[in-house]
């Protein structure tokens, strides 16, 4: 008697494709960026150059480092509507230290205060476990108002702070100008690429993510996830202050105002699941690139800044569409 084995069905090329960037999700967003790049470069005689690119490297440092925070929350299928007011409040806080102690210890106590803040959306989130939408959108009310009862409603000065102001310092290769504050944000992109594909807390921080019941019975601690990634957050939205002290050195409350959304766009268009335990900070890094090329090559061609807010929030749902349909066939 003999037995046939029947073998399994040879997948389309469409499959494949799907697969890839199913693996990949920053796949999608590199070749969006590459596109955009070709197509402004086309169209305008000023897009491509290297002091135009530097400018919009620059442009992107402050909202990419504060999309970095976001896309551990995010990766955690949370949200954070009060990064950019937390990273104003930093700002704030370490224009007025400035003029009580050493910068150096003020910059400090700003990042750590950022850090303080967002790790009490962290508890409320872990130990009450109230929606990350519901406690954010509060939190951002609330540190709001404190900027501006803490400011007074005027802005603070600091452009004669070299160590508030540092990260805004460049250093020229030619004919191309880095700053420091590029340097940090590169570091500190590098620092949580490391830990998040190298690390167990990484492992834990997607496994959160995709299911966090499942997580559970897998011995993670869940709370203490969380926890971490919202203080890990908001450090990194107190050196997205330190930064944007360099870029404008002005302690505004009032800046900013957009922060957040820019953030979250920067982070959904790199890929990153609104859903959570898909995406990384590489995709973060092409988004946060995007929105900037895009911005950019829209005014070299002069159109209106209201068309250039309709094509980002084309590209946020196009981006949010893909990932759902990406997740109904996967499962």
């Not at 700003?110 to 872990?126: K, R």
């Amino acid at each position: 008697m003999t037995t046939t084995s029947i073998a399994p069905p040879k997948a389309s090329g469409s499959d494949r494709v799907k697969e890839i960037f199913a693996r990949s999700p920053a796949l999608g967003p590199t070749a969006a960026l590459i596109i955009a790049i070709v197509f402004f470069s086309i169209a305008t005689s000023t897009f491509l150059n290297l002091d135009n690119f530097s400018t919009i490297i620059g442009q992107t440092v402050v909202v990419g480092t504060l999309a970095l925070g976001e896309t551990l929350v995010i990766l955690t299928a949370g949200i954070d509507l009060a990064n950019g007011a937390i990273m104003v409040f930093a700002t704030i806080v370490m224009a007025k230290l400035s003029m009580q102690m050493a910068s150096s210890a003020a910059v400090l106590v700003g990042i750590l205060v950022a850090g303080g803040i967002a790790a009490i959306s962290g508890f409320l989130v872990t130990r009450l476990r109230l929606p990350p939408f519901i406690v954010t959108l509060g939190m951002l009310a609330v540190v709001t108002a404190v900027s501006a009862l803490y400011s007074g409603g005027t802005t603070t000065d600091v452009s004669g702070d070299s160590t508030l102001t540092l990260l805004g310092k460049q250093i020229s290769f030619g004919s191309v100008d880095i700053s420091y504050g590029m340097i940090l944000a590169a570091i500190l992109f590098f620092i949580m690429w490391l830990v998040l594909g190298k690390t167990g807390w990484g492992r834990h921080v997607y496994a959160v993510g995709n299911d966090s019941e499942a997580a559970r019975l897998c011995g993670i601690n869940v709370k203490m996830t969380l926890l971490s990634v919202y203080i890990t957050a908001g450090i990194i939205y107190g050196f997205a202050a330190w930064m944007a002290l360099g870029r404008s050195p002005s302690a505004d409350p009032n800046a900013f105002q957009t922060g957040n959304l820019d953030s979250i766009t920067a982070v959904v268009i790199g890929g990153t699941s609104l859903f959570g335990g898909r995406g990384g900070v590489i995709g973060t890094i092409v988004g946060a690139l995007i929105v900037s090329v895009l911005r950019n090559g829209l005014t070299a061609m002069q159109i209106d800044s209201n068309y250039q807010n309709l094509a980002t929030g084309v590209l946020v749902i196009l981006a949010v569409a893909f990932d759902q349909l990406t997740r109904r066939r996967a499962s």
